[in-house]
């Protein structure tokens, strides 16, 4: 993973959790061949571990195929909330937790 093709290591996403693309905004060129261009997603592989669902991927330069970054991508049932998290040189951390329920039980008012 390189740190010089990347405007910010491990950015702060918030809530977004990208399970394939890129955050292009971050990518500041190559180190190795110096050009700004499109991101290729290679070696990517998703399977189950746990009960989790992990997707990983490479982020390589589009024209010297230089490895900017490993991507990782996770989601998870607990209790009745959906789990995501990402963490990504590229991408950035982030995490989101989602009800699968009708009525979140987080966003109700209590009553008293």
């Known amino acids: 993973m390189c740190g010089g093709c990347v405007g910010t290591e491990y950015p702060e996403r918030g809530t977004t959790c990208l ?5 292009l905004l971050n990518f500041v060129g190559c180190a190795q061949c110096g050009r700004r261009d ?17 997707v990983t991927y490479d982020h ?13 991508y996770t ?3 607990v209790d009745d909330y959906q789990e995501y998290t990402m963490l990504c040189l ?11 329920l009708p009525d979140d039980p987080r966003q109700m008012t209590p009553l008293f």
């Open 75 to 77: 989601f998870s049932v």
């Open 38 to 54: 499109f991101v290729l997603v290679s070696n990517r592989a998703e399977g189950l571990h746990g009960g989790e669902e992990i």
């Open 19 to 23: 399970e394939g693309g890129s955050f």
């Open 90 to 100: 590229l991408c950035g951390r982030a995490e989101d937790s989602v009800s699968i």
């Open 60 to 72: 390589l330069c589009k024209n010297c195929h230089h490895l900017i970054a490993r991507h990782e």
